[in-house]
């Protein structure tokens, strides 16, 4: 449908910082061709739909920044439940790669990630799939990539990996997490590029290159190899980088510097440049992401359920750094969806003791971080990380990515301002429609032609498979 007029709705926000988040006055929108054509009070053309959005809060669609789909089968494994991100790693990624040995169990993997995200109001997923290795008897990238396809979101592949064995998680890993060498990688993220990148602003499909930890994944010669191919490709790069404490006190020992200061020594900073988590930055990172434009994707939930801390985004966003939001892997974080995330992250921040005695805004602890500013970093914060110029706000001339939530539940009931409820009331909020590129991917809260039921017995079975 490429004519259509969203009507009615009791709030639209439109990504954007300060004043200019709420639409003030006429809140319908209209839809041409893909791409947004007027917001204001209109009324419907000869030959558009109106979809009645009466009652209801339009959100630009979720951008979320950092995934790992293949571990969507991989949730609440009781031998990592408890454990920090180093043993962790140990004992269920790596290990449990064996099981990801045949394309069916990928592909039911990212379709119940993408299906959740969907259902959340997401309409762009950078997965950082570094499931490849020697001899892979089917087509990874081309596997993720049809099934957002088939769902019609927006996706980016991240394309990981490593060339060497890692000394501190993979002693004991299956032949599924071998490395690749460093040819074999290059080779691999080229490939991609010719077949799926797309440069342009509104870009359906695009390739970044996303070693999977540039401090233990690769050899330090190896990346500003890694870096220069992929800036002659046009593409950009992402990786891990300060998830722990542990992380850090090994790059010191090792490398006598921070990790972030390792990265840039190697051509790994820049406004083409996002790592994920970047919990433990002091204060000159953070200047040093500033300055160079460095970006952050920002795990709340996963950050605190392997215990790795909170990370500093207030202070990154008053210093302008390109901060984003992202759910990480189902296997840290088992509510990988989108509204989960930004209700984690507006009460995270606002809890940490840290905010207020650093005096990030006038106020102290409650001003850390408002509800807009979620909005923000996980709609046009996620854009400007990716470089997708052409979404992440709902403004005249952008693609009409965007979720239009009802509010019909009863945590809902009594709010005095309704447009804050998908971030501040948690719990996922109906969708009425969630639109990628002025198509319907989510209609009445259901994902039109997908059979959950069957979905579900095949993420089971296969899961079932795992425990026998």
């Avoid at 009791?10 to 209209?30: F, K």
């Avoid at 499931?131 to 019609?152: K, Q, T, W």
């Avoid at 948690?426 to 259901?446: I, K, M, S, T």
């Amino acid at each position: 449908m490429n004519d259509l007029l969203i009507r009615g709705a009791a709030h639209l926000w439109t990504g954007l910082r300060g004043e200019a988040m709420r639409v003030r006055g006429g809140t319908d929108l209209r839809v041409r061709n893909g791409r947004i054509e007027a917001i204001g009070t209109l009324a419907p053309e000869a030959g558009e739909r109106v979809l009645d959005a009466s009652g209801c809060v339009v959100y630009p669609g979720w951008v979320n920044t950092h995934h790992h789909l293949f571990q969507s089968l991989l949730k609440g494994i009781p031998a990592g439940i408890g454990l920090a991100l180093v043993p962790w790693l140990s004992a269920v990624p790596v290990p449990y790669r064996r099981w990801f040995d045949h394309e069916e169990a990928l592909r039911v993997a990212a379709r119940v990630g993408l299906v959740e995200l969907a259902l959340s109001g997401c309409t762009t997923v950078a997965d950082h799939q570094y499931h490849y290795y020697p001899g892979m008897p089917f087509d990874a990238s081309a596997a993720v990539f049809d099934e957002a396809a088939r769902l019609g979101l927006r996706f980016v592949l991240c394309r990981g990996g490593q060339t060497q064995t890692r000394a501190l998680t993979d002693q004991v890993a299956p032949a599924q997490s071998a490395p690749e060498t460093l040819d074999a990688f290059m080779a691999g993220v080229e490939r991609d590029v010719q077949r799926f990148h797309d440069p342009s602003p509104f870009a359906m499909r695009r390739v970044v290159s996303a070693i999977t930890t540039p401090n233990w994944s690769c050899r330090e010669d190896e990346l500003k190899i890694l870096a220069r191919q992929a800036r002659a490709l046009g593409i950009r790069l992402h990786s891990h980088l300060s998830e722990s404490h542990d992380y850090v006190r090994w790059a010191r020992e090792v490398h006598g510097c921070t990790p972030l200061q390792f990265v840039a020594e190697h051509e790994w900073v820049g406004d083409d440049v996002w790592y994920a988590h970047m919990v433990h930055l002091d204060d000159a990172e953070l200047k040093l992401c500033a300055e160079t434009g460095t970006g952050i994707a920002h795990c709340p939930q996963s950050n605190a359920r392997l215990g790795s801390g909170i990370a500093r985004i207030p202070e990154a966003l008053a210093l302008g750094v390109p901060v984003s939001l992202a759910v990480d892997g189902a296997a840290s974080n088992e509510a990988a969806d989108m509204i989960s995330e930004a209700h984690a992250c507006w009460l995270t921040h606002r809890a940490d003791p840290r905010a207020g005695a650093r005096g990030v805004q006038p106020g102290g602890l409650a001003s850390a971080i408002t509800v807009e500013d979620v909005v923000h970093i996980g709609s046009a914060g996620g854009a400007r990380v990716l470089g997708l110029g052409g979404v992440g706000t709902l403004e005249v001339g952008q693609a009409a990515d965007l979720a239009v939530y009802e509010l019909d539940q009863p945590r809902h009931f009594g709010l005095h301002d309704p447009a804050i409820a998908p971030v501040a009331s948690g719990g996922r909020p109906g969708l009425r429609a969630l639109l990628v590129q002025g198509r319907f991917v989510v209609e009445n809260d259901a994902i039109p032609g997908l059979d959950l039921a069957a979905l579900r017995r095949d993420a089971q079975r296969l899961v079932a498979g795992m425990l026998a």
